[in-house]
């Protein structure tokens, strides 16, 4: 193999491995919790021999012979039903542990270190598989692995050359074996190509060493090849498969196609790695390119009108649709490229959840649901620490012990869920457990110890705010420091790292029942459709996402359309009583127009009408932060009702209006007409 | 003497007194006649708005009105200097532009606590030259944190 071979496979064979140890670890997870069951040790069986293949394939001989132990326990389980127990469960665990280290060395470029751990591993498997104890020698891999690129490049050579496999298996001389193996692998050197060997690097194995084998390509014959064999070896055994053979599979013992492994990736995904800023300056440059979009689209509606007669003028006039066409398409593939499932962080919790509720000796079961939603690549790694935070609280403060959940009429294993979904412009991922619920009394009491709040305002404070407080910097109910969590540094890193990511963390808690933890996160679609409205000579763009309805109002419908409760305007749409805001009002940019337009929208249920004076039209904008100085926790503050701002197709910047900002902001105003009816 | 370490410094004009920039950190001056500002609604007063510099949004702020000085307001002559700081840039308006001034260093002296108008956590120095006092911005200052609760305040 080049090195460039080498180091393409050698990320191909991370990423499996990754994959594999994933699903090993969930097997043995499920056979905990399941005992023995045949599919799942099938399964495990199958990770654990291709594991095996591609490391055997790529010389990294530690892992190929802690997979090959945990072969045989499993063969083992598999001939013997009933044998599970504890330690083996354990062991395995280690086992995985290990691999992940040994896989992490290979990703590090480390040297894949045989250490006393792993001989002590090993040692430990064996005693296991062998029940006598007696045959404590080392059980070996005869097998020679050959990627399906390699048999396919052999069966070529065959064409012109000999392909032979050797096979060693030294019974009778006892001493200098790997002296015998180094003079064969010597003398075959000069005779033709090796190809492979086993174990790999085969001229610098020390020590004992029963059994090796060679592939080789020459020019020689059988016989010829045999008698060079033969100088080295006197009564020794050795057999010599010619290619055909091996080709048929009669060296099956020794030597074995890794189909699996790589020919895997063709059923599931084909992938490379890309650096993640080069996808960042491709979707930039698809920003541009739609804002150019938009402008010659708004070129073309000049054109149109005066241009009949010229046929250049007409020709340009379809191709603009199809630059629409292409760039709108090209987004949306760009977009798609940093989306990634969240079950790939999901898969990271089940093994944690067992190590907390062990350590806390909680019983819990981890469930999970929506794994296929997608999410920017970026936020998903973001998001990964908050979610292990939360599902540690669940099982640490939420999650009761056993004897108490029985006692109050609950099963005695706690169940924690993890949740994903889509809401309109947003991914919700839920943490949800069917624990104690939050204490309201407590958390009051813990704040005002704590001074968060004072005494009146806790009083006045309804049931979402007081949840609320255990974000507060310096808040922790844990009545013991621990391990797991309760350090005081919980919940408030958790919202500052969502809020970080433009999303939000709300908390719904039952006491008895459970807790609900959401994480709300923007879906990042950098361009959106929006309708562009103006006000005061200032155009604004409003995700289209957002909005139900516009209403043209005017001097006949205006009072049918508004009215006044207790001094707040309020628009009745399809019998709903919803609040009205009027942008010059709420901007503070003096008295707003009577005439202009309703645009009602709406965000999670809570519904808003706001007035401004024109409606320009839809439009896709690229959505652009305000800056290094705008915006929540910068120099110059938040601006409350704006998201951002994106660029028209004249250059200049229009503002983004938040609704859902627009609501908050607006009802920290005082105002407090959500749900109210009047018949009218 | 020729030893001794030049500093270019863009000069301009506000509210009377002459100013200067370190020119390392001017990114570009653009007339405010060229660009549309975007007004952007309950942000600091002294915040004029928001212009989209080659595809990045960025705010202008008014010099005058960040450093609490009497000024009239934009004629043709007014100029945006759009500065940068860590890769962060800002556009400053400012009366009018004057000329880019060689320096050496030596003659900038620590700023004397009532020369100027201005808060002296602005200015990094004093820049007397030829008869001429350049009071030198410090824009790591004018771009950092330190008067956050206050602008907070007059905000809200």
Request: with cysteine; charged share 30%.
């Amino acid at each position: 193999m080049s090195n460039l071979d080498f180091e393409k496979f050698q990320k191909l064979f991370l990423q499996e491995a990754n994959e594999q140890l994933e699903i090993m670890e969930k097997a043995i997870m499920q056979l905990e919790e399941k005992g023995e069951d045949r599919e799942i040790i099938d399964e495990f069986f199958r990770m654990a021999h291709s594991l095996k293949g591609s490391a055997g394939s790529m010389g990294y001989t530690a892992i190929a012979s802690l997979t090959h132990e945990m072969e045989n326990v499993l063969d083992k389980l598999r001939n013997t039903p009933g044998i599970l127990n504890d330690d083996m469960i354990d062991l395995l665990f280690i086992s995985i542990d290990t691999l992940k280290h040994l896989r992490e060395n290979v990703e590090k470029d480390l040297p894949e270190s045989v250490n006393p751990e792993i001989d002590h591993l090993l040692q430990r498997f064996q005693e296991i598989t062998s029940p006598d104890g007696q045959k404590k020698q080392k059980a070996v891999d005869k097998k020679l692995y050959l990627t399906s690129q390699e048999f396919k490049n052999l069966k070529e050579k065959d064409q012109e050359k000999n392909v032979f496999l050797l096979c060693f298996e030294l019974i009778h001389q006892q001493e200098m074996q790997s002296m015998v193996a180094f003079l064969i692998f010597n003398n075959l050197k000069d005779e033709g190509e090796i190809i492979k060997t086993c174990p790999p690097h085969l001229e610098e194995v020390e020590g004992d060493l029963p059994f090796f084998s060679i592939l080789i390509c020459t020019e020689k014959g059988r016989e010829e090849i045999g008698k060079i064999v033969e100088q080295a070896l006197d009564q020794e055994e050795y057999k010599i498969f010619p290619w055909s053979e091996i080709e048929k599979g009669e060296a099956g013992e020794y030597c074995q196609e890794v189909k699996e492994s790589f020919a895997r990736r063709d059923e599931s995904r084909d992938s490379i790695r890309v650096d993640i800023e080069k996808v960042d300056q491709l979707m930039k440059l698809v920003g541009e390119l739609v804002i150019d979009k938009e402008r010659l689209l708004e070129i073309s509606k000049g054109i149109k009108a005066n241009s009949r007669d010229n046929p250049e003028a007409q020709a340009l006039l379809q191709t603009i649709p199809h630059v629409d066409f292409i760039a709108t398409e090209l987004h949306e593939s760009v977009m798609d490229i940093r989306m990634y499932p969240v079950g790939s962080i999901f898969k990271r919790f089940p093994r944690l959840v067992r190590d907390i509720s062990r350590q806390t000796g909680k019983e819990v079961h981890l469930e999970f649901s929506g794994e296929d939603t997608e999410l920017d690549r970026t936020i998903l790694q973001e998001v990964f620490d908050p979610l292990v935070h939360l599902v540690r609280n669940a099982i640490d403060h939420g999650i009761e012990q056993p004897d108490q959940r029985e006692a109050r009429g609950k099963t005695a294993r706690g169940s924690v869920a993890l949740n994903a979904w889509q809401e309109e412009n947003n991914i919700v991922i839920e943490v949800k457990d069917d624990g104690a619920g939050i204490d309201l009394e407590k958390i009051k009491a813990r704040a005002l110890e704590k001074n968060l709040v004072r005494e009146k305002q806790a009083e006045e404070m309804d049931r979402e705010s007081i949840l609320e407080l255990i974000m507060e910097p310096g808040f922790s109910t844990s009545e013991s420091v621990n391990d797991l969590s309760g350090r005081g540094v919980g919940m408030d890193v958790v919202r500052t790292n969502i809020e970080n990511l433009d999303g939000e963390v709300e908390i719904t808690s039952e006491a008895g029942m459970g807790t609900s933890i959401k994480i709300v996160l923007p879906l990042t679609l950098a361009i959106v459709q929006a309708l562009m409205v103006r006000e005061k000579g200032n155009d604004y763009a409003i995700p289209l996402s957002a909005i139900f309805e516009t209403m043209a109002v005017n001097g006949k419908n205006e009072s049918d359309l508004i009215k006044t409760v207790k001094n707040r305007e309020v628009v009745i749409w399809r019998e709903q009583v919803i609040p009205l805001i009027r942008l010059s009002d709420f901007f503070q940019m003096g008295t707003s127009c009577q005439e202009g337009f309703l645009v009602i929208g709406g965000v999670k249920g809570r519904m808003v009408a706001i007035m401004v004076e024109a409606v320009l039209g839809e439009q896709e904008i690229v959505v652009k932060s305000l800056g290094d100085f705008l915006g929540k926790d910068k120099l110059f503050g938040e601006i409350p009702g704006i998201s951002g701002a994106t660029i028209k197709g004249n250059g200049e910047v229009a503002l983004i209006l938040d609704i859902q900002g627009m609501l908050k902001s607006f009802k920290k105003g005082g105002d407090t007409i959500e749900r109210q009816s009047i018949s009218c | 003497m020729g030893q001794n370490k030049q500093l270019q410094l863009v000069t301009f004009q506000l509210a009377g007194e002459e100013y200067g920039v370190d020119i390392l950190k001017v990114h570009e001056i653009k007339r405010l006649k060229e660009i549309g500002i975007t007004y952007v609604p309950r942000a600091p007063e002294f915040v004029e708005g928001v212009i989209n510099l080659r595809g990045d949004v960025i705010p202008i702020i008014d010099l005058g009105k960040r450093f609490g000085l009497d000024n009239q307001k934009s004629d043709k002559e007014t100029r945006i200097i759009v500065v940068k700081q860590d890769e962060k840039y800002i556009g400053l308006t400012v009366d009018r532009v004057n000329e880019v001034l060689n320096v050496e260093e030596e003659v900038i002296e620590e700023p004397p606590p009532e020369i100027s108008q201005i808060d002296s956590f602005f200015i990094s120095g004093i820049a007397n030259y030829e008869e001429r006092l350049v009071i030198v911005l410090d824009i790591n200052n004018i771009l950092s944190p330190r008067e956050d609760a206050e602008i907070s305040k007059s905000t809200r």
